[in-house]
């Protein structure tokens, strides 16, 4: 007799938000020659996070501390708020999950946009919450419609990326700190800034840390190359920052990750350097574009979003050309974006292999 | 207006079922001198997995392979199952907290014994499950009583640790297969073996890795000393290891962990080792707890259980001294086994750390 699932459980696929790189390289039974579909920093973290992650290693007997006392404080110095406002785990995904937990039960509404991040998705899904989605506004998320459709179900969480991803699209501060004044009474704000390293001045707004009304979602992941690690951080008021000790895995954090991190963000001029190559590989992706007549979409992010110029079907063309020549990208997931491939910032080396095989995967593509 | 939490997580508390030995530190503002609280393994983890996992600290701009390929092809050449009967996660703890929602909603009976893990039960109650806790037959768990209670309250979920924490106690491998027959229908009974590379052999039972009523725990957290890495493993039949898939962090697992594991699980040498150098350190705490008077319980795992011989307000007073001198260790939480401290298995220093203090201690705790 099979164990007994929880009623949700029995109605859930077994869904995977996304296929892993090595899931294809096993597939097609070689390495990628470069790696820039999952938004990963390929000019890596600070050589003083590698440096005391090495040197982590031979503690790694040792578990992690469950406070994430050191971090918060280096984090809660650095942002201007207190350790209160503050909890660290497992990754923005780790994070969304616990906090949706907090949140969701079955039949309870939550609001993002058509095309958004799925694992937020995933996990909305996983606890049994109603996902009522409002669609772009051309390439941008639209905070007034998320709003206006959060007041209309009575939503309790309403997610909102910005910048966004896969767009790569953001919006301005002032549009940010609007939003937050038309959050519906008992809706939760995720802003999710994964990528706001990246972003130009004047995007991340100035929020309250004591408004109740939102909880800021950041990582190492991206802007510090991390990924591998697993530690991201939200920033929200006091009390919700606590329940997440109701729920989450107080001895789930790497020890070796907290330790990188911390060294991390200490590497201020390493952040600003990664940056300045983001900046120089969005350049050389859209000059890549162009060069193959299409147009990349103007990006806050270490990624750069084409616009194929024709349907899905063609980009999902130009997709699979791109990846069985070796190069792993990936695209947005749905129309109208999914007219469009996304490519990671990476190392001269790795846009280079890009810049080799998109011209044939396009005039394939064309072919039919 | 605060988040508008669900109801179940608006009657949690904010637990923390164990407070981490660098709270405790802080709070006395000092480091410890010995660390033996918390069942790590002092004697490290093989050089080669420090080595790997050094080495892939450079590498961790890369996510993990969502899908823990290799390490879960390596361990199911070691088990003798396939990789479907396995599913790697973020420790025990980590993979405990997915089982339960898998299985738990509200009002769910489930099953463990009255002084048992604690991270279950929060996990348990994180779920709105309803804990029936039998007592322990003296110091062992008692897996007839376990399953009785199970068919009585009709558990979904039965936890059994072997060998057993806090007390170190364990069953041989035929009490645990009898107790497998005894598993009710509909119940399924989560088998804890964290530290079974400690035991005694015949002490894991050959189970039938398609037996839907058991799925066994295990980790790289004590016998390979990765405890700071965040590596466990399930071995299940496939419908219930591939539910896990509806639910986990599909990319929450560190990808130098991922790697550290798979080369601590190919140096068997150094297992070999470790488990050496534990039963040396297992006699020496015997040794000690005879000096000062004190009988020190079996043990088939990395610790030992010292009865004080008195009360929990006396062990309680033992342990206060222990700590307040620089030596972290821990007890159990309820009566009769908070007659006892429980002292973790480590490299001699550490040891000697522990057998200065506890004559101190003790006079001490004597005088009231």
Not at 166 to 171: A, F, K, L
Not at 243 to 251: P, S
């Amino acid at each position: 007799m099979s164990p007994r699932y929880t009623r949700l459980v029995d109605t859930l696929p077994a869904t995977v938000p996304f296929v892993g790189p090595e899931t294809q390289e096993r597939a097609r039974g070689a390495a990628f020659e470069a790696r820039l579909g999952a938004n990963e920093n390929g000019f890596g973290p600070s050589p003083r996070a590698i440096e005391a992650m090495a040197k982590a290693s031979g503690d790694q007997w040792m578990y992690g501390d469950p406070e994430n006392h050191d971090l918060k404080q280096a984090l809660a110095l650095r942002l201007g708020v207190t350790p209160a406002h503050l909890i660290v785990g497992e990754g923005i995904d780790g994070l969304l999950g616990y906090l949706v937990r907090l949140l969701i039960e079955p039949g309870d509404a939550v609001v993002t946009s058509e095309g958004a991040y799925p694992t937020f998705n995933y996990h909305v899904a996983g606890f049994g919450g109603v996902l009522h989605k409002v669609p772009y506004l051309g390439d941008h998320e639209d905070p007034t419609a998320l709003m206006h459709r959060a007041r209309e179900v009575e939503a309790k969480l309403v997610y909102l990326a910005n910048p966004d991803n896969p767009m790569g699209s953001w919006h301005g501060a002032e549009v940010i700190r609007g939003a937050i004044e038309q959050v519906p009474a008992g809706t939760l704000l995720a802003l999710d800034e994964a990528y706001v390293e990246f972003a130009p001045e004047g995007t991340a707004p100035e929020i309250d840390p004591d408004d109740e009304r939102v909880i800021r979602l950041r990582t190492f992941s991206k802007g510090y190359g991390l990924a591998g690690a697993r530690v991201g951080y939200a920033v929200g008021a006091p009390g919700l920052i606590a329940a997440f000790d109701k729920v989450r895995n107080h001895f789930g954090m790497n020890r070796a990750a907290q330790i990188g991190a911390l060294a991390a963000l200490a590497d201020e001029g390493h952040l600003a350097q990664t940056i300045a190559q983001v900046v120089a590989a969005r350049a050389r992706l859209n000059a890549i574009a162009a060069e193959n007549g299409l147009r990349a979409l103007p990006s806050a992010t270490n990624f750069v979003t084409i616009d194929c110029g024709r349907d899905g079907d063609f980009a999902r063309r130009v997709l699979a050309g791109v990846v069985k020549r070796g190069v792993f990208i990936r695209m947005p997931f749905v129309a109208p974006h999914d007219r469009c491939i996304r490519v990671s910032a990476g190392p001269e080396a790795q846009l280079a292999a890009f810049a080799r095989v998109l011209p044939e995967a396009l005039a394939e593509a064309r072919q039919g």
